[in-house]
Structures are given as C-alpha cells and as structure tokens.
C-alpha cells in the first residue's frame, strides 16, 4: 500500500501552470526550479516530496514513533480540558474510598469491607491500589487531584500502548487518531469516573511489554498484579498460558505459573489469615449475577434469559470452544500436534522458533476479545478492556487498499454502540454484530496458506517423437 502512495504521489510534481501564472519546468541538470516574470520560485517536485512525506506519515508504520509524540502532547491538553471543563460524575470513587478506608482502620475480615454500592467484591491488589489514592487524595475528599492522578496514567497507558504498536509495525499511523483523540467514552472512564479498569489495563500493557522483552517471570508477575486489581485481566489468561508452553514446556512453564500465584498469596494473606473463605468467595467470585438494566451487550434479551444459568453455561460453552478452534488453528501453526506443547523445546521434533513480537501480541490480545465477544454482560467501563487492542486486531491482517475505510467505518460503529446510553436494542445488536465481523476476519486473514502443488512426475515415459528417434 505505501508503494502505492508513492507512485500516486510521483505525479504531483510535473511540470504545469502555477498559480503565479508561469510555467515551472525543471532545468536539464540543475535543481527542478525555474525562476518566473516575477522573480520568484516555485518547485513542484519539492510539493510532490511534501504530498509524499504526508500521505506516508499517515499509512507507513514506521512512522508511529513521530505520530505517537503528537498525539500524547496533544492527549495530555485534551484530559486537561477535560477535567477543567466537563462535570465530574459520581460513580464508584467514595465506594471505593468507604472499601479501602475500613481496612484502613483495621478490619482484615474481607466480607466486612464495604461501601456505599456493596460489598468489596475486588482481590487485594485493588485495596493496596486505592489505599495509597485514599492517602494522596485526603481520604478520597480531593476529587480533582484524584482526577489528574488518572490523567496521568491515561498518559502512561498510552505511552505503553504505543510502545507495542511500534515493536508491531503493523497498524498505520494515521488510526491512532481514532484510537486517542476521537474516544469520549475512553477518556471519560479514566478521568471522569475513576473506574479501577483502566489501573488493571494499565498494569496488563506493561506485563505484555515485559513479554516483548523476553522478560518472562516479572512480566508474569506485573500480569499477576494486574489480576488482583480486576479479574477481567484473566481473559489473557488462556493465551498466555498458550505462549508459556511454547517458549518453556510444561517443566519450564511451571516457575512461571508459581510466580503468579505466589504473589495472589502474598497480597491477601492479610485477609486469608482471617478468613479465608471469605476472600476466596468474596474477590474471585466468578458467579457473581450482574444487573441487566447496565448491560451494553445483551439489552436484546429478555431480563430472564439474560440471568439464567442455562445462558451463562452456554456462553461459557462458546468461549472455551472458540478459544480451542484458535488454539488449534490459528495460534498453534506447527505439524505437530499441540500436544507437544507440553514437551520441553529442545524435545520437540521440530524446533519452535523464537516467539516473535507479532505473535506474543495475536495470542494475547485474541484470547482477550473471544473473552470479551463471550461475556456475560459488558457494562460501559468494560470498554477500556479491549480498547487500545482494536487497532491491532483490525490490521494486524493483510489489509488491500479498498479495505480500510470498512475497518475504520467498524471501529466507528463500536466507539457508537459504547457511547449509546442507555444501551438499547440496536446498539447490542450493531456491537455483536461488529464484534462478528472482527473474529471474521482474524480467522480469515490469519489463515495458513495452502502448500503450493508439486505435480507428480509421471511414472509412463513420455514417447519420442518421430524427428528423435
């Protein structure tokens, strides 16, 4: 596609009447530039350079480095203005502040953490996290510096972000501009309503940076930390799991495992040394119903299909099978079988290659959205869950020249169905429909090629013709 752009662009600069009212001609051997009846100068081929330099700023990824400065400098005024000039909404920043202030004071007894909205219902990493906001904020009273504290870390999820996309070089440039400045609900998660999301995801994108740098045990420790801020971050969980056994083993994988469980142990021993089962029900409560009324994803149903257990069976039905189709199919692209996974890597019979930055991303963050396309319900700050891996997801296939508008136009439509409130019928059904779409083309576009066909040489020699003999 770039080489399209230039060749589109190395026709702006022909010869041909300026706007001055003199014709610009290049010189035989001097620079492109030829002095008019005004004794000014124009050069087209300089235009031509400019058009090309611009149109390839937007498409080329190499060029994400130069667009992400910008768009940071300028993200950084937007949540300014923001803050300044758009109401902040109450939502769950004094539950959580009631949450954390009651261990604050000394209750270790999990179930009796609670605040305005319920009960504390969030592993232990959220209570250190918001413990240490609950004392840079006053005890929660400063509301604003709480709000330019979450700026700070859109800036810093950003900058990781960004840092994927460039070690990716697959997305063009010019989609960031969709992905920061053009996502009202994105900014007003973080900095309108304080949600704990967003200091998950920002933890995650760090852990997979870590992955990036072959930096296996501390990035499974950051990934552990992120879990015990939000459990959402356990959709990752069977795609890394997949990444482990393929660059140690079974043997290999299991230091790595025991790193993130070990910290899980160790950030609610207060809580498990008090009472145990109440932790373990209360912060990994993976049954817990959620309230139809704040569904984004589901509004199309009935209130009694959406909280049936027949449902939540059969969504998890859904997702454990896509998840094993991409396992199989997508993730795994060895001849043998994934069983071998298990085996230690210089068993196997055919040596895996080293893990590259395209596929630690791919298994990653599709792990995530089958996750995310199978949940039981999305409320609106859910949205930060799969958000920044959207661009990735759209173009991290062979994308033509025609087929970037529809992937922008879909991008658009999803940043609509989220934006909707309250969700209605339509804008579940338009965000499914999207979300289809999306797994569509991951699995096409990330298909195997076929093996080119060898003809088999003919066993019958061919008869000579009558000038041989």
Request: charged share 15%.
């Amino acid at each position: 596609m770039a080489e399209a752009v230039r060749g589109q662009g190395d026709g702006g600069g022909g010869a041909g009447e300026t706007p001055g009212g003199f014709r610009a001609a290049p010189r035989p051997g001097g620079s492109g530039w030829k002095r008019g009846p005004g004794g000014g100068r124009e050069g087209g081929g300089m235009a031509a350079v400019l058009r090309r330099g611009r149109r390839a700023a937007l498409l080329e990824p190499r060029y994400t480095p130069l667009v992400a400065a910008c768009l940071c400098l300028a993200e950084g005024g937007v949540n300014l203005w923001v803050i300044r000039r758009v109401p902040y909404t109450e939502i769950d920043w004094k539950a959580y502040m009631a949450e954390v202030e009651g261990f604050a004071n000394g209750t270790r007894d999990y179930t009796q953490l609670r605040g305005d909205t319920g009960p504390l219902v969030y592993p232990a990493g959220f209570v250190y996290v918001f413990l240490g906001l609950y004392y840079a904020t006053g005890r929660g009273a400063d509301v604003r510096l709480a709000q330019y504290i979450f700026a700070g870390l859109y800036l810093l999820n950003l900058l990781l972000v960004f840092r994927i996309y460039c070690r990716t070089n697959k997305v063009p440039p010019y989609v960031f501009f969709f992905m920061c400045c053009a996502s009202y609900r994105i900014h007003s998660i973080f900095v309108l309503r304080l949600f704990n999301d967003p200091v998950a995801m920002a933890i995650l994108f760090l852990a997979v940076n870590l992955f990036l740098e072959e930096r296996w045990s501390w990035g499974c420790l950051l990934f552990s930390l992120a879990v015990s801020v939000k459990m959402n971050i356990l959709l990752f969980a069977p795609g890394l799991l997949f990444l482990l056994l393929k660059r140690f083993g079974l043997l290999g994988c299991i230091p790595k495992l025991c790193i993130c469980a070990l910290l899980q142990v160790v950030l609610g021993l207060p809580f498990l040394l008090v009472n145990p089962v109440g932790y373990l029900s209360r912060s990994f409560d993976l049954g817990r119903q959620f309230q139809f009324k704040w569904t984004v994803n589901w509004r199309f149903l009935p209130e009694e299909v959406f909280q049936s257990r027949a449902f939540h069976v059969l969504l998890l039905l859904a997702h454990l099978a896509g998840l094993g189709l991409f396992a199989l199919h997508r993730w795994h692209r060895s001849s043998e079988s994934i069983l071998s996974l298990l085996k230690d890597p210089a068993d196997r019979k055919h040596p895996s290659p080293p893990l590259s930055v395209n596929k630690i991303v791919f298994v990653l963050f599709s792990s995530n959205f089958l996750g995310v396309c199978c949940s039981r319900s999305l409320h609106y700050q859910f949205y930060v869950w799969y958000f920044h891996t959207l661009p990735y997801l759209l173009w991290c296939t062979p994308t033509a020249k025609l087929a970037h508008m529809p992937k922008v136009l879909l991008l658009g439509v999803i940043e609509l169905c989220w934006n909707t409130y309250p969700s209605t019928v339509c804008s579940s059904l338009s965000l499914h429909i999207c979300h289809g779409l999306v797994l569509l083309q991951l699995w096409y576009g990330t298909a195997p090629l076929p093996a080119p066909h060898v003809p088999q040489p003919s066993k019958k020699p061919a008869p000579l013709s009558k000038k041989a003999q």
